[in-house]
T-cell receptor, first 111, second 117 residues
């Protein structure tokens, strides 16, 4: 069966520091991968999606970037964090012929 | 731009009562999903609704889809405390073509359900 791993679970970082969140999927090949952010107040916002290695599309302009160096690996990065980057970050796969399956999420607090 | 609206946004229920959460969306969609989120946790898939008139049931929850009205409902029967959570609907639009196809989900704002004894 397919599983999705996301880490770290919790992160506290100062403003201006770099960020790297990692997500890996097992049990499937060539998955569509997504990064979502959930800010306080519940709404989920699509940040990036990827349909293959090296193929990244951004939904909203922002301080973040994403990369997909391997088929089942998706990384979310920032060179310098802002206070507004705080939130709950969720990696997901699927979404084409099946519902999105989400990882456990990373709660990021920028101080 | 696709808009997805849920109501109510907050729902406080007594155990044993019935209620319905509504999800309206603004444009023709390919499919609709319902998710549950417990506090501090990730989202768990509840239902996949693929066509007009689709109805799915799991325990005390039943979801339906009316694509003509662009409306989905999540009905709660005889609520119990364990159902307390935030419920999201998500409308799917298929984008791209061939090997670059992906499903873009637009989420509703979520309905915070609290079930009281």
């Amino acid at each position: 069966s397919q599983t999705i791993h996301q880490w770290p679970a919790t992160l506290v970082q100062p403003v201006g520091s770099p960020l790297s969140l990692e997500c890996t999927v097992e049990g499937t090949s060539n998955p569509n991968l997504y990064w979502y952010r959930q800010a306080a107040g519940r709404g989920l916002q699509l940040l990036f999606y990827s349909v293959g290695i090296g193929q990244i599309s951004s939904e909203v302009p922002q301080n973040l970037s994403a990369s997909r160096p391997q088929d089942r690996q998706f990384i979310l990065s920032s060179k310098k964090l802002l206070l507004s980057d705080s939130g709950f970050y969720l990696c997901a796969w699927g979404g084409l012929v099946s519902p999105l399956h989400f990882g456990n999420g990373t709660r990021l607090t920028v101080t | 731009e696709l808009k997805v609206e849920q109501n109510p946004l907050f729902l406080s229920m007594q155990e044993g009562k019935n209620y319905t959460i509504y999800c309206n969306y603004s444009t023709t969609s390919d499919r609709l999903y319902w998710y549950r989120q417990d506090p501090g946790k990730s989202l768990e898939s509840l239902f996949v609704l693929l066509s007009n008139g689709a109805v799915k049931q799991e325990g005390r929850l039943m979801a339906s889809l009316d694509t003509k009205a662009r409306l989905s409902t999540l009905h709660i029967t005889a609520a119990v405390h364990d159902l307390s959570a935030t419920y999201f609907c998500a409308v799917v639009l298929l984008r791209g073509a061939g090997g670059t196809s992906y499903g873009k989900l637009t989420f509703g704002q979520g309905t915070i359900l609290t079930v009281h004894p």
